[in-house]
């Protein structure tokens, strides 16, 4: 293999990532000294050119995999995978128990939802006036209310299937997946999961069943507690809440 073609294999671009930017100074360099290594031993009349060409097509080809920036689930697949995890919670509902279920859901939870940007949300304009504290605070406690509802409710299997029924937009970069729950008697129950990109991540950040918001009735119930009970009045509630579904998955256990 001449120089010239490895250099053009070795420099094919991966555009627009950094990951592609480092293979191709990588590539550059390694070329370089296989140059070299070849003009070396071309002065010795030795076989070694050939082969050091091949070993470098064979160690850059490796590299490419290294460098490969990982592939981003599309909206579509993030439902899905938080359907898989809340279908496999219900059917290990009395093995795990409250603590498993909610030990499996957590991490999905926290990559499928925009769980930071959804919290200030619901806050309204008080979201404005938090301390850095309070906010760090509120997101957590809201992150762990969170988990701990869906711990808490999804808590058996009766046949129940999830089915990603389409996607659509991005409309001013919101996207709409559909999905629904069927259960065992042919009931459907339709989920509208809006989802934008977060950290380059298609995450969601509200919820409409039967066209209605979910934010934003968490919106108003959390910004009347707010109003009468302050900002501790809303951090004390959601932790009652969470007391509640754990107290509730003992007793079912």
Known sequence: MNMLLLSTIIHRPVQGTEAGRNYRRTASLCTSYAAELSGLCRKRNSFIPILASFLLFIVLFSFSTSFAAPEIPNP??????????????????????????YKLLNPVIKDSFALSFMAVQ??????????????ELFVKTYSDWTVATYAGRFDGYSGEKFEVVS???????????????????????????????????????????SGVSQLALTRTQFTSVI???GFNGLISMLREKIKGFEKSGESKG
């Open 227 to 229: 109003k009468e009970k």
């Open 76 to 101: 579509a697949a993030v439902i899905r995978n938080f359907n898989a995890a809340l279908l496999e919670a219900m059917k290990k509902a009395d093995q795990l128990g409250y603590a498993g279920r």
């Open 167 to 209: 996607e659509t937009g991005p409309v001013q970069g919101t996207v709409t997946v559909i999905s629904k729950l069927i259960k065992h008697n042919g009931e459907e129950i339709e989920f509208h999961y809006l989802l934008r990109k977060t950290e380059r991540i298609w995450r969601v950040v509200d919820i409409r069943i």
């Open 122 to 135: 619901s806050v309204g304009k008080y979201g404005k006036t938090l301390t850095p504290d309070e906010r």
